[in-house]
């Protein structure tokens, strides 16, 4: 299960940096930058940067749960 979880955040992930770099796209072939760009690029970091950290917490938990099952 954790397995699954673990995929589901990478291909989220993986969804949000391609959107990133799309507007990141946006941003640099344009000479007027739009806002709504730069606002949606930032939110895109942030919403990476919250799964990272669900990443990290998933795999810590995984690794606490196998030291666990070593203990025993």
Known sequence: ???DNLEILMNARAALARKRLSLA?????????????????????????VIDLAIEELEDAELQEELEDGDE
């Open 1 to 3: 299960m954790a397995d």
């Open 25 to 49: 796209a946006t941003i640099a072939s344009d000479e007027s930058i739009p806002d709504a760009a730069i606002k949606g690029l930032i939110e895109l970091q942030q919403a990476v940067e």
